[in-house]
Nanobody, 115 residues
């Protein structure tokens, strides 16, 4: 079992920055990839960014060049630095962690970008 707790969401003006953090606990030795999804009201949950244990990253086209994912394996943390935020980035952001045959989710943190 893996538990994930996100933090760092909030309200920011368009063009601003936020940094999300996700702390993993439990069977963290079994975690492979970690990352972030987001879900806006009335929309599906979409992948934002992911990072493997070895540091290979993958981003949604909509956030490339603006968001940066990073990971500290020693601290069992994953981060999402979000710059040049836009109103369309408004969503609940969910951290995920993949282990063999399972995916764990955090409870989500709200990010609101005002125009």
């Amino acid at each position: 079992q893996v538990q994930l707790v996100e933090s760092g969401g909030g309200l920011v003006q368009s063009g601003g920055s936020l940094r999300l953090s996700c702390a993993a606990s439990g069977s963290t030795f079994s975690i492979n990839s970690m990352g972030w999804y987001r879900q806006a009201p009335g929309k599906q949950r979409d992948m934002v960014a992911a990072i493997t244990r070895g540091g290979r990253t993958n981003y949604a086209d909509s956030v490339k060049g603006r968001f940066t994912i990073s990971r500290d394996n020693a601290k069992n943390m994953v981060y999402l630095q979000m710059n040049s935020l836009k109103p369309e980035d408004t969503a609940v952001y969910f951290c995920f962690a993949d282990v063999t045959l399972s995916r764990y989710w955090g409870q989500g943190t709200q990010v609101t970008v005002s125009s």
